[in-house]
C-alpha cells in the first residue's frame, strides 16, 4: 500500500516513515505542509494518506478535503488536537481515522488498514448505485381509454416503495 | 448513541466503561465473552460496538464477523495485540477502527466517532442501492402480472393495465403488491 505522509516537524515526519517501512507500507510521498500533500497526493497516486492537522499554508482537514475532492482515498488524521470540535471537523471531511499525538506505533498500521477495508467498500457501493441509475423510474403504460398513463416507482416518504399513477 | 462494549477482563471492562460514560455515550450492554457480544448486539440494540480481540469461546473478531452478518453496526476494536494476520483479519471482517491497548480515552473517542460518521455514510449509499434494487423488482413484477392477466384472461394490454390499477386504488395497496398477488395466483 502506496502512503502519503504530511507532517510539518521532520523528526516525526522520520518517525512516521520508519514506522511505515517497518509495516510493510511504502511511502510514496511526503509532505511539509497542506498545499504539498495536495500536490503530491495528485502527483503520486497514494493509496492512503496520513495527514497532520496543523500544518503552514494550509491546514490538514481542509488539505484531506480537498485531496478527497479530488480522488477519493482513505485518510487518517494524526494529531495533538482532541477537542471535539477538531474531531467533528475531520469527520465532516471524510476522514477514516483519528490517531492522536504522542500517536503510539501500534496504531498507525491498524488504523490503515482499516480505513482502506472501509473506504473500498463505500467506493463499490457507490460504483453499484452509478451504473443501476436512475433512482427513480418513470415508464409508461397503455391505459383502457388509449392513453398512455405514465407511471413512477419510487420510495414513499414512509420508506416503503410505491407506485403511482402520475396523472397527465 | 448506545454502546456494546464486549471484554473478559472486568477491570477493564469496568474502566472502558467508565471512560463511554464520562463522554457521554450510554452503554447498553456488557458482554464477558464473543457469544455473549453477538447476543446482546441482537438483544439490547446499540447503535456501536467496542470489542476486545482475546475472549473465551469465540474471539472479538468472528464476534464481529457474525454481528456485521445479523445486525450492521460500526465496530471498533481493541486489543493488546496488534501484529498483522490480526488487524487484516478484523480490516476483511468490517470493522471501522483497531486501536492498541493499553488506550486513553482521547484514543477511544476519536475512533467512535469516525467509525460512526463512516458507517452511516456506507448505509446511507447501501439503502440507495437497495431501494434501486427494489425499484426494479416492482417494474419487473408489473410486466409480469400483465403479461399473466392477457394470458389468463384474454385481456388487451390496456385493459390488464386498467385491471391491476384498479385493483391497486380500490385496495389502497401499492401495485407491487397487486403485481405480486396475481403473480402467486396465476403464475
Known amino acids: 500500500m502506496k502512503i502519503l505522509i504530511a507532517e510539518d516537524e521532520t523528526l516525526i515526519r522520520l518517525d512516521l516513515r520508519a514506522i511505515l517501512e517497518r509495516h510493510g507500507f511504502t511511502?510514496?510521498?511526503e509532505a511539509r505542509d497542506g498545499i504539498e500533500a495536495v500536490e503530491l497526493a495528485r502527483s503520486t497516486q497514494p493509496d492512503a494518506a496520513l495527514l497532520d492537522v496543523r500544518m503552514p499554508n494550509l491546514d490538514g482537514i481542509e488539505a484531506a478535503r480537498r485531496i478527497y475532492a479530488e480522488r477519493p482515498l482513505p485518510i487518517v488524521m494524526l494529531t495533538a488536537f482532541r477537542d471535539r470540535a477538531t474531531v467533528d471537523k475531520a469527520v465532516a471531511a471524510g476522514v477514516f481515522g483519528y490517531l492522536l499525538k504522542p500517536f503510539r506505533e501500534g496504531d498507525v498500521a491498524?488504523?490503515?488498514?482499516?480505513a482502506a477495508a472501509r473506504h473500498a467498500e463505500l467506493l463499490a457501493a457507490r460504483r453499484r448505485l452509478g451504473t443501476e441509475q436512475p433512482k427513480r423510474i418513470d415508464m409508461e403504460l397503455p391505459s383502457s381509454s388509449g392513453h398512455a398513463w405514465p407511471v413512477r416507482i419510487e420510495r414513499a416518504e414512509d420508506g416503503s416503495l410505491d407506485v403511482r399513477v402520475v396523472q397527465p | 448513541m448506545r454502546v456494546l462494549i464486549?471484554?473478559?477482563?472486568?477491570?477493564?471492562?469496568l474502566d472502558l466503561k467508565g471512560m463511554l460514560e464520562g463522554a457521554g455515550l450510554e452503554v447498553c450492554a456488557e458482554a464477558r465473552d464473543g457469544v455473549e457480544a453477538v447476543e446482546l448486539a441482537d438483544s439490547a440494540e446499540p447503535d456501536l460496538a467496542v470489542l476486545d480481540v482475546k475472549m473465551p469461546r469465540l474471539d472479538g473478531i468472528e464476534?464481529?464477523?457474525?454481528?456485521?452478518?445479523e445486525r450492521p453496526m460500526p465496530i471498533v476494536i481493541v486489543s493488546a495485540f496488534t501484529e498483522e494476520s490480526l488487524v487484516r483479519r478484523a480490516a476483511e471482517a468490517g470493522v471501522y477502527g483497531y486501536l492498541?491497548?493499553?488506550?486513553?480515552e482521547e484514543d477511544l473517542l476519536p475512533a467512535i466517532a469516525t467509525a460512526r460518521a463512516r458507517f452511516d455514510q456506507l448505509s446511507a449509499v447501501r439503502e440507495q442501492v437497495d431501494s434501486l434494487?427494489?425499484?426494479?423488482?416492482?417494474?419487473?413484477?408489473?410486466?409480469?402480472?400483465?403479461?399473466?392477466?392477457m394470458q389468463?384472461?384474454?385481456l388487451t394490454e390496456q385493459d390488464a393495465f386498467a385491471r391491476l390499477r384498479r385493483a391497486s386504488?380500490?385496495?389502497g395497496r401499492p401495485m407491487r403488491v397487486i403485481a405480486e398477488a396475481i403473480i402467486q395466483t396465476l403464475g
Open chain 1, 27 to 29: 511511502v510514496c510521498a
Open chain 1, 110 to 114: 491498524p488504523a490503515l488498514y482499516a
Open chain 2, 152 to 154: 389468463n384472461q384474454r
Open chain 2, 63 to 69: 464476534a464481529a464477523r457474525r454481528i456485521l452478518d
Open chain 2, 100 to 104: 492498541a491497548k493499553p488506550f486513553r
Open chain 2, 169 to 171: 386504488q380500490t385496495s
Open chain 2, 133 to 149: 434494487a427494489e425499484a426494479l423488482a416492482a417494474r419487473k413484477a408489473i410486466e409480469r402480472a400483465k403479461g399473466l392477466l
Open chain 2, 6 to 13: 464486549a471484554e473478559d477482563e472486568t477491570v477493564i471492562r
